[in-house]
């Protein structure tokens, strides 16, 4: 510190050599013209150009943000895209004759429309999630239809989401008619290619023939009658050789499913009391 | 001290006088401008603290500036030589001299450097100053040529001028003495 001041004081002419020389200089650009207007456009340059410099470094070090904000816009722009397109093809798609008779078959049921979020067609137990839950009044044991028919029952539910247990699942089991015969069965799926299933326990003596519509009986509260399911693609005699069993083309194209409804019921929770009653008359019973 | 301070502000503003009446209006061909002032900065002896020597420079430099309507370049110039002068001094001071010598003390002369020593150190402080004065006035280096002769001559007629008051002085110390 000593060391500093002594420093200082042996050498503050300079300090003063300093300050008179900026006073002189002030005095020339003040009061000389010439001098001053170079002083000034030179003074200009050199504030321009550090300006630049500055800007460019600054622009520089900001590329980060940019970069940043620019993939932000990208993803919502393909994300805006993705959803103008699939509307796109929503109104382009032309509605088929069957898709109106199934509409037509739930013509007085409330729907709730929802799209399928996930799907899996290759295993035994396929699943498929959609995206309407509790939230949106759906409930288990609801029914699920599509375009081409019936798609499955609603197994388990979330707050926004529902697991689906669909028709080409093994543990499936749907009760089902022949359209404009009394004759009903259980349709299941045996595994394999997601176009067939079975019904099964249709009396031998029925007369059936191939190309005859399938469609659920509505002797569960989960399907009302008449909704499409597929047609009959040929007829077998049952392993236990007491009844027919059907293979059914299926309606529904598993492989390709995106938009379904899910059916809400009036009577559901009516029936569901009932059973509920049922079972604990029986268990006073016992 | 206040007979230095008074003999110094009499020399002042004799010189600048001199300066401002006689000297500006001398334009040799136009170009040499003898320039005097600077004589008052060389007077300083050896030992004289720098404070004083920048300070005395910057208020002859700026009255220079006043009465010639140069603002700032006088002052700017002035304030270099009063800086510099302490080493230009010693670089042609005798260097047979001991530090205690009185002559030391003196302010610098032709009569205690010899002549020779004494008219390299007012040539090399009035280079300095005019090369300062004219780049400040021209402020650029577009006409080198004129700046060149505008110097070379202010220098001429500057050392010759400072000489001759340098002459007078001496014979009449010499007088005094005699």
Known sequence: MDTLLEFLRKYSYWFLFIVLEICSLI??????????????????????????????????????????????????????????????????????????????????????????????????????????????????????????????????????HALVLPTINVKSNISCRIRHQRYFGYLRWEGGSTLYAYLNDIPRYAKIKEGEYIETSGYSAVFPPGIFVGKVKSIANAPDGLSLQLKVNLGTDFGNLSDVAVIVNQNQPEIESLKLKLTDFEATDN | MVGTFLKRFILMTVLLALQVLVFNHVEVMNYATPMVCVYFILLFPIGTSHWQILLWAFAMGLLQDIFSNTPGMNAASLTLIGFLQPWILKTFSRKDHDDNDEALALPPSARTMKWAPFIRYVLTAVVLQQVCFYVLEAFSFFNLQEMGINIGGGTLMSVLIIVAIEGVRNSGAKKQRG
């Not at chain 1, 005095?27 to 000034?40: A, D, E, I, P």
């Not at chain 1, 796109?88 to 509605?95: A, H, I, N, Q, V």
């Not at chain 1, 067609?121 to 009044?137: F, H, L, R, S, T």
């Open chain 1, 27 to 160: 005095l020339l650009f003040r009061f000389n013209s010439y001098q001053g207007s170079v002083w000034f456009s030179a003074a200009n340059d050199m504030a321009a150009e550090v300006n630049g410099i500055y800007t460019e470094a600054s622009s520089f070090v900001q590329l980060r943000d940019v970069n940043k904000q620019l993939t932000e816009q990208n993803l919502r722009l393909q994300m805006q895209l993705s959803s103008l397109r699939d509307a796109l093809d929503k109104t382009m798609k032309p509605e088929t004759t069957n898709d109106r008779l199934v509409m037509d078959s739930l013509k007085g049921y409330e729907l709730i429309p929802a799209r399928v979020v996930s799907n899996s067609i290759v295993k035994n137990e396929n699943y498929i999630v959609i995206d309407k839950g509790e939230a949106d009044g759906v409930k288990t044991e609801m029914g699920v239809v599509g375009g081409g028919g019936v798609v499955g029952i609603v197994f388990l539910t979330a707050a926004h």
